[in-house]
């Protein structure tokens, strides 16, 4: 189990997903409080109003189908962040998948997020991009947001929008895994 989340941790780390509209076969509605009719999903916690306050520019979601969910953020206006949120439960704590990771690229850091047993960001700006994706550990839940913006972006509101969207996650993470 060490081992999977070690490498779902590295694959998160260094792939970004950025989507579009088009790729959503189902309408997006904020409203909707299940994400994509699943048991549970980080969708559940957050909606696109929530994320555009975060990120300072409006935002849509997308949360697949009962098939394949999933619980992404893309901005309306071209050139924006796009933010894709991922988890898994873990009976280890984020200090021992972390140990499995090897080399990250990019500069990370231990953060604090209040309710959270752990958690930690990775920046990895490039001429190209700015990728940012941040790790929160709360009761056996690791929840990752992947945050990507293209040239021109702005590396400190991704930063700060990503930090948010941890403390949400946090805030909105139950307590065990649904049935």
């Not at 409203?31 to 994509?36: C, G, H, M, N, P």
């Not at 849509?60 to 796009?82: H, I, K, L, W």
């Not at 984020?94 to 604090?112: C, I, N, S």
């Not at 990728?131 to 990507?148: E, H, I, W």
Request: overall charge negative; aromatic content about 6%.
């Amino acid at each position: 189990m060490r081992a999977a989340l070690g490498a779902v941790l590295t694959v998160a780390a260094l792939a970004t997903a950025c989507s579009s509209d088009a790729d959503d076969p189902r309408p997006t509605d904020p409203a909707v409080t299940q994400a994509a009719e699943v048991a549970w999903s980080p969708c559940d916690g957050l909606s696109a109003p929530q994320v555009t306050r975060l990120a300072g520019e409006e935002m849509t979601e997308q949360t697949g189908t009962a098939d394949e969910p999933r619980c992404t953020f893309t901005p309306v206006a071209e050139g924006g962040p796009a933010f894709d949120i991922s988890y898994l439960w873990f009976d280890g704590t984020l200090d021992e998948a972390w140990q499995t990771m090897g080399d990250v690229q990019g500069r990370v850091t231990r953060v604090e997020v209040p309710g959270a047993d752990g958690a930690r960001l990775v920046v990895h700006a490039r001429p190209s991009a700015v990728l940012v994706t941040g790790f929160v550990q709360t009761r056996g839940l690791v929840q990752s947001v992947n945050a990507v913006q293209l040239k021109p972006y702005a590396e400190r509101r991704v930063v700060a929008t990503t930090r948010g969207l941890l403390a949400a996650l946090v805030r909105a993470a139950p307590a065990s895994p649904p049935e």
